[in-house]
């Protein structure tokens, strides 16, 4: 059995780190570089980059900063915001990722799954998927949350996959920010429905909470930002108490 994984996530706007609620009230969290050094010292297994307002705002993720980051940390690195062609992914790769993350761009354009994973290898291919629970269903919301579509998330999932996505990012905005445990059904759901490892995103508080997602969700791995941000968890701990839980995970 692989390890689980414990991702910090790193949301940047304006290069700083920032965390929100439900993908709102937006508050600093820090420098970004400081943070993921930071991390990769506690024992995190990878980190996440997202650039929250490329998508928004038409801009590119922030090589530059990707630069700073990859120089400092030794640990596997996902970027994404704003990414939608084989080119923007080069300058990522070059800059010091190892994998990118697609979201709004793969949406609207599926096809650019299958170029990226053809150019560069579906391993580097995360599929991230911003998803709400409403009206008795999980759909798919793009923009940062902001545009809600009338695609259910696991057929989405499943459709990426078949394109070439290697990893799957399932962000539920229901849960985010709020500490209360992740979204165990969509999780589960999605990663029973895959063949690629689920990354579970989205309202985690307590140590119990990753634990739960792990066993009960079927998630390969698990993110979060302002338990670590903010230093209500630290890595250490977590992962000392996923393996008292019987957890295969990286000490």
Not at 52 to 60: H, L, Q, S
Not at 123 to 143: H, M, P, R, S
Not at 187 to 198: D, G, M, Q, R, Y
Not at 210 to 237: C, M, Q, R, T, W
């Amino acid at each position: 059995m692989l390890a689980k994984r414990i991702i910090p996530c790193l949301d940047i706007k304006n290069g700083r780190t920032v965390k929100g609620v439900n993908f709102e009230n937006i508050r600093d969290a820090g420098d970004p570089v400081e943070l993921a050094v930071n991390y990769a010292k506690q024992g995190a297994d990878e980190l996440v980059f997202l650039d929250i307002t490329a998508t928004n705002e038409k801009r590119k993720t922030l090589a530059e900063l990707v630069t700073k980051i990859a120089k400092n940390i030794n640990i596997p690195f996902t970027v994404g915001g704003g990414i939608s062609s084989v080119e923007d992914v080069s300058v990522l790769l070059n800059a010091g990722a190892d994998k990118i993350s697609v979201n709004t761009s793969a949406f609207k354009n599926p096809q650019l799954i299958k170029e990226l994973a053809n150019q560069f290898g579906s391993q580097c291919v995360v599929l991230a998927i911003d998803t709400k629970f409403e009206d008795g269903n999980w759909y798919v919301y793009l923009n940062g949350g902001k545009v809600k579509t009338t695609t259910k998330t696991i057929d989405w999932a499943i459709l990426g996959v078949d394109l070439g996505a290697g990893e799957i990012l399932l962000t539920s905005m229901n849960n985010d920010g709020t500490k209360g445990g992740f979204a165990i059904d969509i999780t589960k759901a999605v990663s029973e429905k895959v063949n690629v490892p689920v990354i579970a995103s989205g309202g985690a508080g307590t140590m119990e909470h990753f634990s739960d997602v792990f066993i009960n969700g079927k998630a390969d791995a698990a993110l979060a930002a302002s338990v670590f941000h903010y230093k209500e968890i630290e890595i250490p701990v977590l992962k000392k108490f996923l393996r008292t839980n019987n957890i295969e995970i990286r000490i």
